[in-house]
């Protein structure tokens, strides 16, 4: 075992020894607790394990329209970056008793918003409940791989993922995944479900100025993994051959790890830096940042090939990611691989930018410069409103009325 691999595994076992020591202690204290009997009817309190950047964005919105929100989140999902400053509350838990206690003791909402991926805790906890709660769909492990992995900790997940989709109120969808999740698990009788793309955040956009290098600037902003990490799980993000073959045709490639990113993932990146001069090594920076940051570019990228690893092709198809929002945010052009089948509908659709194959990454120098690139800035100006969350948020909250009417 490597030197890497060997922190990574210390730092799982020193998570789940602090789970397992506290755990005790909030088990006595659960135990002695009780409900509080406080209502608040404009109270949305988003609970969940591993925080995602869409879920503050929402939650701005909906304070906008008068609500107040409460954040729930696992201590070691929490990624400050992605909490913002939106929450009227924010608390951590530390274990599934810690979690019991904090809902029983906190007014019963309007309505409970969990967010996945990772879904243990909240089916665990779901009979806390003391309101209607939906599950906010992003990613679903479901559809990721076929049924004998072999990945022990999506063995111990499924089940908890499962339970949520089968048992909620209702499914605010990001993605396409959920109707092939439904199909897969032979659910037909499918709780309500809203359609609810990422969309961008109107204060966000910017505009701007085309550079005049003679050289093109790529960026990619998002989740990276080493070589160490398992290509099964991790083949999509290890972008080590996507730097190499950009260096050869001597087009920058510059990567903002998401905040989330573990520091031994990112390091090899920071070495293969004194090989590759065209390779470009950031600080992860948070949401309200982000497209500042980005604006500088040329083209925003999504990279995710099905060959990269053994998701299922549903996966590739059915997908969506939030840096695509982002991308269109700053007003950058989108260079996405057609196996992401949704997401290259909407590059498509909204004159967002390029779809290209794997094998066109060998050309891309020759196929942008082609391409009219002002064209494609002011098509992309243009058509990114119809994107806009503000102009959407209202979906919600007819959405969540809906849910507590029982229609």
């Known amino acids: 075992m490597n030197l890497i691999k060997l922190r990574i595994l210390l730092n799982k076992v020193n998570k789940l020894l602090y789970t397992s020591v506290t755990s005790m202690l909030d088990s006595v204290l659960t135990a002695v607790s009780s409900p509080t009997d406080e209502k608040d009817t404009m109270l949305i309190i988003f609970v969940g394990e591993s925080l995602s950047p869409r879920v503050e964005r929402l939650a701005r919105q909906l304070k906008k329209h008068g609500y107040r929100t409460y954040l729930i989140c696992h201590k070691h999902g929490y990624v400050s970056k992605f909490a913002g400053d939106t929450w009227d509350k924010v608390i951590l838990y ?117 550079m ?95 060959n990269a690893n053994q998701n299922r092709q549903e996966k590739y198809k059915y997908a969506t990611t939030l840096k695509l929002f982002n991308y269109i945010e700053a007003g950058l052009p989108i260079i996405v691989s057609s196996d992401l089948v949704y997401q290259s509908w909407i590059v498509n659709r909204y004159k967002a930018g390029i779809s290209i194959t794997r094998k066109d990454l060998d050309s891309i120098h020759t196929i942008i410069e082609s391409k009219n690139y002002s064209t494609i800035r002011e098509e992309l100006f243009r058509e990114r409103t119809k994107l806009s969350l503000e102009r959407n948020t209202s979906r919600v909250i007819q959405f969540y009325r809906e849910i507590k009417n029982g229609q």
């Open 94 to 210: 530390r274990n599934v008793n810690h979690l019991k206690r904090i809902i029983r003791t906190s007014p019963a909402p309007f309505l409970y918003q969990c967010f996945i991926p990772k879904s243990r805790y909240i089916d665990r906890v779901r009979n806390e409940f003391r309101s209607e709660w939906i599950l906010d769909v992003q990613d679903i492990y479901t559809i990721y791989y076929e049924k004998d992995h072999g990945i022990r900790w999506l063995y111990q997940e499924l089940p908890h993922e499962e339970s949520l989709l089968r048992n909620t109120h209702g499914i605010l969808a990001n993605s396409l995944e959920v109707n092939e999740a439904y199909r897969q698990l032979g659910v037909s009788a499918k709780p309500p479900t809203l359609y609810f793309p990422l969309y961008c955040e109107e204060d966000k956009f910017r505009y701007p100025e085309i």
């Open 212 to 306: 005049n290098t003679g050289e093109y600037h790529f960026v990619y902003a998002g989740n990276i993994a080493g070589s160490h990490r398992d290509l099964q799980q991790y083949g999509a993000i290890q972008l080590m051959w996507l730097a190499r073959l950009l260096n050869s045709q001597k087009i920058h490639l510059h990567i903002y790890p998401s905040p989330s990113t573990l520091k031994a993932d990112y390091e090899e990146y920071y070495r293969l830096m004194k090989e590759l001069p065209f390779l470009h090594m950031h600080e992860s920076v948070s949401q309200s940042q982000l497209s500042k940051e980005l604006e500088q570019y040329h083209f925003g990228l999504l990279p995710f090939f099905s």
